[in-house]
């Protein structure tokens, strides 16, 4: 299983980013897909997901009405659209596919398989 994320950057506050991850050999609307972040000395942590099944979505309060989870399928990708972006933000952030008979991805014991990360600071 390999994942690919892409997008992070050095943004100011109140700016914008989208993350996409991308699969290669399988494909992702088959599986239930998370993004997660881990900031400098804490905890990795459930940032949004969203199902395999009927496309619902999850997000974690700290980003609720700022980030957006979507899936192109035509493209392979699940996309995470970030506005209205805080210095709290700024984190690794990573793609994660849930294990098998995940519905909704929120707990890192829920993760089948991570992407490599990418870094997204918020900053002045």
């Known amino acids: 299983v390999q994942l690919q994320a892409s997008g992070g950057g050095l943004v100011q506050p109140?700016?914008?980013?989208?993350l996409s991850c991308k699969a290669s050999r399988f494909a992702l609307n088959n599986y239930a897909i998370g993004w997660f972040r881990q900031a400098p000395g804490k905890e990795r942590e459930g940032v949004s997901s969203i199902s395999s099944s009927d496309g619902s979505t999850w997000y974690a309060n700290s980003?609720?009405?700022?980030?957006?989870?979507?899936?192109?399928?035509?493209?392979?990708t699940v996309d995470l659209q970030m506005n209205s972006l805080k210095p709290e933000d700024t984190a690794v952030y990573y793609c994660a596919i849930g294990l098998?008979?995940?519905?909704?991805?929120?707990?890192?014991?829920?993760?089948?398989?991570w992407?490599?990360?990418?870094?997204?600071?918020?900053?002045?």
């Open 100 to 113: 098998p008979g995940t519905t909704v991805l929120i707990l890192t014991t829920q993760v089948g398989s």
């Open 63 to 76: 980003v609720k009405g700022r980030f957006t989870i979507s899936r192109n399928n035509a493209k392979n």
């Open 115 to 124: 992407g490599q990360g990418t870094q997204v600071t918020v900053s002045s």
């Open 14 to 18: 109140g700016g914008s980013l989208r």
